[in-house]
């Protein structure tokens, strides 16, 4: 897939090197439901986990290179309901510049259109204000926060739910 600026494609064990780049930077991780990866083995075993079936992912890359940037996925896909999850991650020197908004506001576009979802969500940590702003630029609403709902490797944190409805998206 394409965007205005972005390369979409599909998640490879052979992105190790681009994703532990950024996925070993402390910011990184801070929100994230993994640690600070320690080596670019524990970025391979992460991959291997996102590119299971159960998962769909994207690697997102500016079109005018072959370098990984971050990553957009979709899981706890349910077909009975329509419905599944979104996530993304992004190096740190790309923040604040649109872009995981418009890699994850193309992966709803999928979502909605080619997977025929009725229902998308989102949760994220409820101190992670930049995540709140990106799931609220998509037209995600907030519906309420869940309490230590999420077991990390520190301890279980609140996360806040966030969602969209096919016929809400634009």
């Not at 899981?75 to 992004?90: D, G, M, T, V, Y």
Request: glycine content about 4%; hydrophobic content about 45%; overall charge positive.
């Amino acid at each position: 897939m394409e965007t205005k600026r972005l390369r979409l494609r599909r998640l490879s064990i052979d992105d190790s090197r681009d994703v532990y780049a950024y996925a070993s930077d402390p910011e990184v991780a801070r929100f994230a439901l993994w640690p600070p990866h320690d080596a670019e083995e524990s970025t391979k075993a992460f991959i291997r986990f996102l590119t299971r079936p159960a998962l769909l992912n994207w690697a997102i890359l500016q079109r005018s290179s072959d370098k990984v940037i971050g990553m957009v996925f979709l899981h706890s896909l349910n077909a009975h309901h329509r419905k599944a999850e979104i996530a993304f991650n992004l190096a740190r020197q790309h923040w604040n510049k649109g872009l995981v908004t418009e890699a994850a506001c193309n992966v709803l576009n999928f979502a909605f259109h080619a997977l025929e979802l009725n229902r998308v969500e989102a949760t994220c940590m409820p101190g992670n204000l930049a995540a709140r702003r990106v799931l609220k630029k998509m037209g995600m609403t907030h519906e309420g926060r869940m309490r230590r709902s999420h077991f990390r490797y520190d301890g279980s944190h609140d996360m806040d739910l966030f969602a969209i409805l096919a016929d809400e998206f634009g």
